[in-house]
């Protein structure tokens, strides 16, 4: 049934997006399932339902982008509707997206709270509600969904592909040397955007992605700037050109990469134009530009100053990675990101049953380029082409060798592959070992722009490049073509003069791949060999790949050494690596010797570090004297380190000052701090008033709180009704509050109940809590049902309690069968089972086949077994040789043992292993047995062993006194060679003098 209602529950978002189902004959009815609200349709243009209580009112976008949800906001505002709901929720028909970098404060105008994570709830977590609910709740919402969904082979699928003709007419602008175009969007013909591939490579069909041209058109509208990332031929910029394509009273701007300045000239007369700069390929401007990489984060700041629109692309992955590396954060936060994913199978199948648009599948990777641009016959073609050629094939082959060489060896001037004729041609002659003509060049040239490989325009030649990569040669890898670079310029300085050699930019991404610090020097170096000065960001990505302060440190010493300058980034880096506090201190320290502004991560940072409360007050002084406003972050961590209860109260109050609004987890810190169950529960009550949700952590941290197992037992009853997960760790803190064999009982009959799985930890810490045997069997038998494989703690604990050693060797029995590793205390278990010191010894026997080391604890329990005092020699003697401490309990036990045995026992030792009054530890026993031995007898024999030691004499005096043997004692402390304090204090004890 469950698997049905997910199905039908997907097939909705299809029918809501072809307005094929009356949302709101579905929806009151799955939120009342689901989330148990009663809400109600309206008829306001803004709103779709509402409830009363509490007062809340929902939208549904099917836009789920984040200019729909900054719009559904601002209408909230200006139609005043947070006067009458305290609340608005955002319901997204599909998944929503990471936004909680995003501020929505400017929209909200602080008119009501508006959280993304709890305020907008997309299909996915509904979902997840579903995946949950109970089997009475799932038929319901089956039975919802089949009665208002259509019939699903009546269902038309949205048509995702549109035609358009090709423009053909092109406008000509005035274009001043900073920029290869401007012109109006509208006039935009498809060679502006995509170059060399518009020529040849063009289809007329466009494949529209959902969701992708809305958000730029949408972005264009409201002066966001966007980056947009996706895979080679995902169809990034093919996007950007059908948006503008259809944008009026838009001029777009692409500038020179060539000719870039930090302030770029604008178009002067604009009327009611706007202005897009559109930059395909942004990451190859940082990398044509690797020592000028701040003009290139100027020019885009002086565009976003001056209001301008920024469209950009990216190829994603490690490219977008390193592009976000080297961008300025404070430019890289106005960009919107727009990722384009790849095309799933469903997609394609809706496509080929509406249109008859060829697909080219033996190339396809996922891209609509690999459909559409028809590799597969450009690689057929690429074998084909030295039929008719006005030269010979190796020129044709050579030349188009050539062509990828220099593009994958970084002689190519910019983002599109545009190499210089004469270094092209000179190359193309190495290569192939043979004179080559330059009428046999130009032919060759003609030749290739004629079939659509490459375009020539002065002395400079353009390559379509994924026509390129992936026709041309495809066994010609990049390690083959670096080799054949190095063999054809023989040292560094010739082939750096050519333009062949690795930027700041390739390496990064190097280093990006890298897995680890170690993997990344590897890099570093290299870069240094070949000539290449690691800048501020190539040793940034470095710091990030160190595991200690200490390879952290190294690179920012060498930074100082070889004066690479250091960032905000560099320090923001490294002081979480700091290994106490005192040490992170020291860099920020050292941030103001070098006029580096710290942030607000760098203070957040340092608040991480802190071991005391004292020093993070440190880090908030510090913080507020910058001016700098901190975040829930910030005093959280503040509330990490809180010393107790009132402190942490006062940083509470401290956050609502400074307008900042609690998490969930600074609420948990603070029940953590609180003192009693009473401070706790009106922290829950807070939690609430700032409608904020509880997590199983909150539980975690209340459950300790509680008086009683009952008042634990209610929370639990609390966490199933607001449908969080019941984990391990919270089941064990619940184990922890029981105190009766009853309250075992009720917690199994719960958890059962519920349905809640338990592992093996916790049926072990229930099996703790059980004295007897009858209990601990049935709590055995429940985690055999439950098919939980028991631990070696349980099975230690149910032969403890075995009535009988025959019962507990049928569980050590069981252990072995299962393959549940014995420890130790399993073999001391099973030894104080035992019924003799026969049996005893085999366990013992069996402990050291298991090759454990044997114990104290372990000869304590050997001796428990045995009277026998020659028994108890061969013990003694067996724990001496392993060089085991006797200690005052085996002692004890050895005395409790021997009883009235004692003398005979101290008379063998004496007489058959005299070795052992030179023993201080044997001593320690004779002591112990002194009132069972006759003294004059057992002096005489000791003495000149006892009188040796200051230490012996004291304590058989003490001993002695204790037993009332004052002339023994006298005696004794006459044979002092020190007379201490403790001396004196015993004479004292004496009832007479001597």
């Known amino acids: 049934m469950l698997n049905d209602t997910i199905l039908l529950f997907k097939d909705l978002e299809t029918c809501i997006q072809q307005q094929q189902v009356d949302t709101k004959l579905i929806y009151p009815t799955l939120f009342r399932l689901l989330y148990k609200w009663k809400i109600t349709p309206l008829k306001d243009k803004d709103l779709d339902f509402a409830s009363v209580n509490p007062s809340f009112a929902i939208k549904i976008l099917t836009e789920i982008n984040i200019f729909a949800i900054n719009s559904a906001i601002s209408q ?10 305290e609340m608005l929720y955002l319901l997204l028909i599909g998944e929503k997206q990471n936004y909680s970098l995003i501020s929505f404060s400017k929209y909200t105008k602080r008119k009501f709270d508006f959280e993304p ?76 955007i995509l170059g060399q591939r518009a020529n040849h490579h063009y289809s007329r069909f466009y494949w529209k992605r959902k969701g992708i041209d809305n958000l730029l058109q949408l972005a264009i509208q409201q002066k966001q700037s966007v980056l947009l990332s996706g895979a080679a031929l995902a169809g ?48 190859d401007y940082f990398r044509y530009h690797q020592s000028q990489q701040e003009r290139i984060n100027k020019m885009l700041h002086y ?67 690999s459909l559409l641009m028809g590799i597969t016959n450009a690689a057929k073609n690429y074998i084909a082409l030295p039929n008719k050629a ?165 690179i920012l010493e060498w930074m100082e050494t070889k004066k690479v300058k250091r960032s905000i980034h560099t320090f923001n880096r490294l002081i979480p690596h700091a290994n106490w506090f005192e040490q992170g201190w020291a860099l920020y320290e050292q941030m103001g010797k070098e006029k580096i502004k710290a942030n607000l991560e760098t203070f957040n940072h340092l608040l991480g570090i802190t071991d005391n409360y004292p020093q993070a007050q440190q880090v908030f002084e510090a913080l507020l004297a910058q001016k700098i406003t901190a975040n829930t972050t910030t005093i959280n961590l503040l509330l990490a380190q809180s010393p107790d209860f009132a402190t942490s109260n006062e940083l509470l109050q401290l956050m609502q000052e400074k307008g900042l609004r609690p998490n969930i987890e600074s609420f948990n810190l603070l029940i953590q701090q609180a003192q009693n169950m009473e401070q706790s529960l009106s922290l829950l009550q807070l939690i609430r008033d700032f409608e904020l949700s509880p ?58 109940n519920a349905a809640i799985a338990l592992d093996a930890s916790v049926y072990e810490s229930l099996i703790q809590k059980t004295t007897k045997y009858e209990t601990a069997l049935e709590l055995f038998e429940a985690i055999e049902a439950a098919k939980v494989i028991p631990n070696t703690a349980i099975y230690n604990h149910l032969i403890q309690l075995a009535p009988s050693e025959t019962t507990a060797q049928d569980y050590f029995q069981k252990m072995q069968d ?53 028994t108890i020699i061969d013990l003694l003697q067996r724990l001496k040789q392993l060089h085991l401490p006797m200690g005052k309990d085996l002692c004890l036990i050895v005395k409790q043992q021997l009883g009235t045995n004692a003398p005979a026992f101290v008379n063998h030792l004496i007489k058959f292993h005299p070795q052992v009054l030179n023993d201080q530890e044997y001593h320690q026993l004779f002591i112990l047995l002194l009132d069972q031995l006759d003294l004059e007898a057992f002096f005489k024999q000791t003495a000149e062993y006892i009188y040796t030691s200051d230490a012996l004499i004291m304590a058989y005096a003490r001993q002695l006194i204790d037993l009332e043997s004052f002339r023994w004692a006298t005696r004794i402390l006459e044979e002092l060679q020190d007379k201490t304090e403790e001396y004196y204090l015993l004479k004292d004890e004496l009832p007479f003098n001597f």
Request: aromatic share 10%; net charge neutral.
């Open 695 to 752: 997590t199983t952590k909150t539980y975690q941290q209340l459950i300790p709180k509680t008086n009683h197992f009952a008042e634990a037992i209610q929370l639990l009853d609390n966490i199933q009704t607001q449908d969080l997960d019941i984990d391990q760790p919270l089941l064990l803190l619940l184990v922890d509050k029981i105190q009766t064999t009853e309250e075992v009982n009720q917690f199994l009959n719960i958890t059962q």
């Open 117 to 192: 994570d709890q305020h907008i709830i997309d299909h996915p977590a509904l979902l997840a509600k579903l995946k949950k609910a109970k089997p009475n709740i799932v038929q319901q919402v089956y039975d919802l969904l089949k009665t208002h969904l259509p019939d699903k082979t009546a269902v038309k699928q949205v048509v995702t592909a549109q035609r358009y003709e090709l423009p053909t007419k092109k406008v000509a602008e005035s274009i001043p040397e900073n920029y290869t175009l401007i012109k109006t969007a509208s006039s935009l013909i498809p060679y502006d």
């Open 303 to 369: 565009y976003l100053q001056k209001g301008v629109t920024i469209i950009a692309t990216s190829l994603d992955g490690l490219e977008l990675q390193a592009l976000q590396a080297m961008m300025e954060e404070k430019v890289w936060r106005q960009f919107e990101q727009i990722h384009i994913p790849p095309i799933v199978h469903e997609e394609i199948f809706d496509h080929l049953s509406d249109s008859d648009q060829r697909l080219d599948f033996d190339a396809f990777d996922g891209s609509v380029g």
């Open 390 to 554: 006005p030269v010979a094939a190796s020129i044709i082959y050579g030349a188009l060798e050539t062509f990828k060489s220099l593009y994958l060896t970084s002689n190519s001037y910019g983002y599109r592959p545009i190499f210089e004729n004469n270094v092209a041609k000179e190359f193309c002659i190495r290569h192939m070992s043979k004179k080559l003509g330059q009428k046999k060049w130009d032919d060759t040239l003609a030749f290739l722009a004629n079939k659509g490989y490459c375009e020539v325009k002065e002395n400079q030649i353009i390559v379509e490049k994924a026509w390129l990569l992936h026709a041309v040669a495809p066994h010609y890898e990049a390690h083959q073509i670096r080799q054949e670079v190095n063999r054809i310029y023989h040292n560094v300085s010739e082939r750096k003069r050519n333009g062949f050699y690795n930027k700041s930019f390739d390496y990064l991404i190097s280093l990006l791949k890298s897995k680890d610090f170690r993997d990344g020097e590897a890099v570093f170096e290299s870069m240094q060999k070949a000539g290449v000065k690691p800048n501020t960001v190539i040793c940034n990505e470095l710091l990030q790949k160190a595991a200690t302060f200490k390879e952290g440190k190294s």
């Open 236 to 283: 990034k910029s093919r996007a950007v050109l059908e948006v503008l394509q259809k944008t009026m009273k838009v001029k777009v701007l692409i500038p020179n990469i060539h000719k870039i300045k930090a302030q770029m000239p604008l178009p002067e007369q604009l009327g009611n134009y706007k202005l897009v700069v559109f930059i395909d390929h942004l990451q």
């Open 76 to 85: 909230f505002v200006k139609n005043k509707h947070y006067l009458q709901y």
């Open 818 to 870: 299962q393959a549940i590793p014995a420890n130790i205390d399993t073999y001391h278990l099973l030894i104080s089972q035992a019924a003799d010191y026969s049996s005893a010894h085999n366990r013992f026997e069996e402990l050291q086949k298991a090759h454990f080391d044997p114990t104290g604890q372990t000869f304590e329990l050997l001796l428990q077994k045995t009277t026998d005092y020659s």
